[in-house]
């Protein structure tokens, strides 16, 4: 399928692989895919055949990626589906999105994932790919089939929000991960001593009577995971870092030469604890906002 050349003018183009960020222009040739770029400048006298479109110092970067979407389907297609998320995806500029596995079924085996990715060419919105659960079920008890889901088309395995208290499970998790060579991303919260939060424990918590979560219950379960990770060669995606204390653990594993990247969320870089106010119930996330201290030091 051919297309009508297309050359955006007038842009700030943001360019990550070279590092550019500023005006420019670009052109997308009849196959769709990106012909010329004119860092700084325009692409010159331009043939009566290209539709020229005045950006007009609106940003023109490539695709989001979300590594970590959550979906109805399948199993709560009234409150989602695959197309809707996908419009959605499209319509804030995220060309490819990771569905999280804990739906109804849990995409915990290779048909699942099949399953999805039918789904999703069917639909042809956005890229879409399944991330499997690290256990059946995502309970943290039997591990899953990784391998099979990794060859079905699974991008990394995580049981999502829920972290493998198990540290034996994390450890054959990882093991087995490793001889596929697939990604685990895993949630870094100590489970007891967050159970039923809505803050992070401190003074704020403290006066608005709020039940709170600790910093170091973060910390404490980044810990074990990184420990595991220089056990096993695995790679590790923490799921979410949020706390300074956790960085600090982040940063000297790193600093070890581990195979370990993180993710935070947009929440914890723009709200602090002191935005829940007067109990705005829409500002409860797990992990809970957290002082402002951390909030800086996530940025």
């Given at each position: 399928?051919?297309?009508?050349?297309?050359?955006?003018?007038?842009?700030?183009?943001?360019?990550?692989?070279?590092?550019?960020?500023?005006?420019?222009?670009?052109?997308?040739?009849?196959?769709?895919?990106?012909?010329?770029?004119?860092?700084?400048?325009?692409?010159?006298?331009?043939?009566?055949?290209?539709?020229?479109?005045?950006?007009?110092?609106?940003?023109?970067?490539?695709?989001?990626?979300?590594?970590?979407?959550?979906?109805?389907?399948?199993?709560?297609?009234?409150?989602?589906?695959?197309?809707?998320?996908?419009?959605?995806?499209?319509a804030g500029g995220v060309?490819?999105?990771?569905?999280?596995?804990?739906?109804?079924?849990?995409?915990?085996?290779?048909?699942?994932?099949?399953?999805?990715?039918?789904?999703?060419?069917?639909?042809?919105?956005?890229?879409?790919?399944?991330?499997?659960?690290?256990?059946?079920?995502?309970?943290?008890?039997?591990?899953?089939?990784?391998?099979?889901?990794?060859?079905?088309?699974?991008?990394?395995?995580?049981?999502?929000?829920?972290?493998?208290?198990?540290?034996?499970?994390?450890?054959?998790v990882l093991s087995y991960?490793?001889?596929?060579?697939?990604?685990?991303?895993?949630?870094?919260?100590?489970?007891?001593?967050?159970?039923?939060?809505?803050?992070?424990?401190?003074?704020?918590?403290?006066?608005?009577?709020?039940?709170?979560?600790?910093?170091?219950?973060?910390?404490?379960?980044?810990?074990?995971?990184?420990?595991?990770?220089?056990?096993?060669?695995?790679?590790?995606?923490?799921d979410q870092v949020t706390?300074?204390?956790?960085?600090?653990?982040?940063?000297?594993?790193?600093?070890?030469?581990?195979?370990?990247?993180?993710?935070?969320?947009?929440?914890?870089?723009?709200?602090?604890?002191?935005?829940?106010?007067?109990?705005?119930?829409?500002?409860?996330?797990?992990?809970?906002?957290?002082?402002?201290?951390?909030?800086?030091?996530?940025?």
């Amino acid at each position: 399928m051919t297309q009508r050349p297309t050359a955006f003018v007038n842009a700030r183009l943001v360019d990550p692989a070279s590092g550019w960020d500023g005006p420019g222009a670009l052109l997308v040739g009849q196959d769709g895919k990106i012909a010329d770029v004119a860092q700084g400048g325009d692409l010159g006298s331009l043939s009566t055949d290209i539709e020229v479109i005045d950006a007009r110092g609106a940003m023109l970067a490539p695709g989001l990626v979300d590594l970590r979407v959550k979906t109805g389907e399948p199993g709560a297609e009234t409150k989602e589906t695959l197309k809707s998320a996908g419009l959605a995806a499209a319509a804030g500029g995220v060309t490819s999105i990771v569905l999280q596995p804990d739906t109804d079924p849990v995409i915990d085996e290779a048909s699942v994932v099949d399953f999805i990715l039918r789904r999703t060419r069917d639909i042809e919105l956005v890229h879409v790919y399944p991330a499997g659960a690290a256990t059946k079920g995502c309970r943290g008890e039997r591990m899953a089939e990784i391998g099979l889901m990794a060859e079905a088309g699974c991008v990394y395995v995580t049981d999502a929000d829920r972290p493998i208290v198990d540290s034996k499970v994390l450890r054959r998790v990882l093991s087995y991960a490793k001889s596929f060579g697939v990604l685990v991303a895993h949630r870094p919260s100590d489970p007891w001593l967050a159970h039923g939060a809505a803050a992070t424990e401190g003074e704020f918590a403290g006066r608005m009577g709020l039940a709170s979560v600790p910093p170091i219950a973060e910390k404490i379960m980044l810990e074990r995971d990184l420990a595991l990770v220089e056990l096993t060669g695995a790679r590790l995606l923490v799921d979410q870092v949020t706390t300074a204390c956790a960085l600090e653990s982040l940063a000297r594993g790193k600093a070890k030469g581990l195979p370990v990247t993180a993710t935070t969320s947009i929440n914890h870089l723009s709200f602090n604890e002191i935005d829940i106010g007067d109990y705005r119930t829409f500002l409860k996330f797990d992990p809970p906002v957290r002082g402002e201290d951390d909030r800086q030091a996530t940025i």
